[in-house]
């Protein structure tokens, strides 16, 4: 029996230095462990679509029955642009049967100095009612340009009056090869394959680019009504002028009206009077081609932009036109006229 005991106790004693031995092994080991995963950094978080990528504009649609405030004829099938500073989106709509369709929207980037741009330098993109006059290949430019670059008329006659500086204002791509701009000097800037795709769409002279601080809407019968206002305008203008009635003709001006070549209004009235007297008859052929409005201006300035043909006893010239109109005391009346 006795013997028995002494077995059971060194049996016992052995199993209980093994298991301290084992337990000591395995909180060693756990040790190295949690020391070693201390110098390990966790992995960063999955990055979201949002950040990774760019995100497309979503399609933003006029409201029923509504339409962009600037736009109220364009030629029909003709294509034009409206660049939405804040949410720095470029849009593209198409002209059909009256109505303005929505085609395609487009990222892009805009001038850093988030504001109507006044001078030169202050990096601000201008908000008005510009056409894309020419275009510049890649090849001639800074790799910066990218493929190429649309030239717009800024500073234009708006401009011009408010006494607004500064030149050099383009639609233009940026090279895949550097790294996105996150703001432009004033600039509306788009990704190259995004100007490739829009150079099928633009006409040189004709397409507008109109650059607003954030899209307006008016009511579509708004906008068909004016389209008959500005249509009856130019028919009534172009009968004026073909009667060779000097004061009939100059009804359509405003006092303030500034020519295409400086001229004010009396000295206007003098140089008309006299070609007037000396013509036999003149005849004119126009060819609307839009019709917009200013919308910072709150509508009451318009834009029309029209290809005009002239022809006298001893005349004749083709002139592409913008004519800018002001509304007083609800009459539209002529303050400027340029050609591009």
Known sequence: M???KRDYRKFYRIFLILFLLSFTVNLFMLTLYLRER???PSPPPKESKEIQEVKAP????APQEMVPLPFVQIKNKDSFLLCDKQNKTLYLYRSEEGAFKLIKSYPCIVGSNNVDKRE???LATPEGIYFLTSFLTGNKLPEKYG?????LNYPNFLDQKEGKKGSGIWLHGYSDRLERPPFSEGCVVVKDEILKELIGFIK???TPLVIVDTVQYKPAEDQKRLSQIFSH???DWKAAWESRDTARYLSFYSRDFVSSDGKNYQKFKEYKSRVNQSKKFIQLQIEQKSFLLSQKDGGQIAIVRMNQDYRSDNFKSYSRKILYLKEKQGKWEIIGEVNL
């Not at 979503?58 to 649609?61: G, I, L, V, W």
Request: hydrophobic share 35%.
């Open 2 to 4: 006795e013997r028995v």
């Open 38 to 40: 201390k110098g390990v």
């Open 58 to 61: 979503q399609e933003t649609k």
């Open 120 to 122: 030169a330098g202050d």
């Open 147 to 151: 493929s190429g670059a649309f030239s």
């Open 204 to 206: 040189i002279g004709d």
């Open 233 to 235: 305008f130019l028919k």
